[in-house]
């Protein structure tokens, strides 16, 4: 008799525990984009990588992941990767998705009369971070890929780092880091801002240019001089023209353009870019958490100047104006 009232009490505490667990769960707010559902919230999406075991996929961006003109490169991945079969099934199955805004992205708003308007969005970026449930960083994917290149680093990540110590997932970047040629990043990003910067008469810049410190550390100033080999190519005003002929010279009619653009940030990305991500993972000593990782990731290798509060325009504005 006392064994049966333990067996009822005990099973009545597992079915309060799934009880709450499903009300918690049902809390969990997530934006729905493409039949995919992102979690809103960075907080649920350990909740959900602790209850299902698999590692989480987030996409920090500049605006918002529903909004129709986000930043650029989230823009880009939203329709040619994130609307894909393929990464939907991906997102189902083999990882927890979530998604956070770093802040508004700049926009360009062009009146033309009769109700018609123009808007542009300028700077920005978008980066994947790749996290275990407890929310530590154990990769990152800055920009565009091409949906089949995405989804093998992705996979190629997770297969060596998800759940693993320290010191495996440092040998991992340690054995890919390298220091890239000179090289021009976001051709993609480039052919959505540069024409609008040349409207703007914004200068060209750098973009965000850290210094290095007596105190930094050997490895970090290494680290440094191989970031500085990466230049926004979208922080340089162009023309429409200018920036077309980086990929299809003069007018030549190019009915696959935008696959190209994406192909060729694509090699960039996974030739240049990403040795040089590793190489920041190889500086580390632990786990990043996504904020450690953000100024590494956005500032000394994508030269974002996220933190200026004019985002590097402050030169477009009149002397005595806000």
Request: with cysteine.
């Amino acid at each position: 008799m006392e064994r049966s009232r333990v067996i009822l009490v005990s099973a009545a505490c597992v079915a309060f525990m799934c009880l709450a667990g499903f009300g918690e769960s049902s809390k969990r707010k997530t934006t729905l984009v493409h039949g995919v559902s992102w979690f809103n919230q960075f907080a649920d999406a350990k909740l959900e990588a602790a209850r299902t075991g698999k590692p989480i996929l987030l996409l920090s961006m500049f605006g918002k992941i529903d909004e129709e003109m986000p930043c650029a490169n989230a823009r880009t991945m939203r329709e040619t990767v994130f609307n894909s079969p393929e990464f939907k099934k991906m997102a189902e199955t083999e990882v927890v998705v979530a998604w956070e805004m770093v802040r508004a992205v700049p926009k360009v708003y062009i009146d033309l009369g009769d109700g018609k308007q123009l808007v542009r969005t300028v700077r920005g970026n978008a980066v994947s971070y790749l996290c275990n449930p407890d929310g530590s960083v154990f990769d990152a994917l800055p920009g565009v890929y091409s949906k089949t290149g995405y989804q093998t680093v992705i996979r190629d990540s997770i297969k060596a780092n998800f759940g693993k110590s320290w010191e495996e997932v440092k040998a991992y970047h340690v054995a890919k880091k390298g220091v890239p040629l000179p090289t021009f990043t976001t051709l993609s990003k480039s052919f959505a801002e540069s024409p609008t910067l040349q409207i703007m008469g914004v200068p060209a810049i750098a973009g965000a240019q850290p210094q290095v410190k007596s105190t930094d550390s050997p490895q970090r100033k290494a680290f440094l001089f191989a970031a500085s080999k990466l230049q926004d190519l979208s922080l340089q005003p162009m023309t429409a023209l200018e920036t077309r002929g980086r990929v299809a010279p003069g007018r030549e009619a190019t009915n696959d353009l935008p696959a190209k653009i994406v192909m060729a940030d694509t090699f960039t990305n996974l030739t240049m870019v990403r040795p040089v991500v590793c190489f920041y993972f190889s500086t580390l000593t632990q786990f990043p958490t996504t904020e450690t990782a953000r100024d590494a990731i956005l500032m000394d290798i994508l030269k974002i100047p996220y933190k200026d509060p004019y985002f590097g325009l402050k030169d477009v504005l009149m002397p005595g104006t806000k």
